[in-house]
């Protein structure tokens, strides 16, 4: 009997390292998973955040900046909306 007890033990042993073994790549495993969904947060937010962004702040700046070549292209002040009457009226200012 003291033999099977102790060939017991010594199985008892090999199992209790291969479960400490197994534990060690599991938190590793949780450790990895965890890492890839805050990076995934991370990317969703560095892609998002600028869309957002250019959706509420491009809207009037591109307003301003496109302002001032309304006169030009004829979407002002009376002028022709017509883009070749205007261009026929600035050859005719040209050719005077």
């Not at 003291?2 to 073994?21: G, H, M, T, W």
């Not at 002040?77 to 200012?93: I, K, Y």
Request: net charge neutral.
């Amino acid at each position: 009997m003291p033999v099977e007890s102790n060939d017991f033990q010594k199985e008892l042993e090999a199992q209790k390292e291969i479960l400490l073994k197994i534990y060690e790549q599991t938190q590793k495993t949780r450790r990895y998973i965890l890492f890839g969904r805050i990076l995934s947060v991370v990317y969703l937010i560095l892609v998002i955040a600028p869309i957002i962004f250019a959706i509420f702040y491009l809207p009037p700046l591109f307003k301003q900046v496109v302002e001032p070549y309304k006169e030009l292209l004829g979407q002002d002040n009376g002028l022709p909306s017509d883009n070749a009457d205007l261009m026929n009226n600035l050859l005719n200012q040209l050719k005077k």
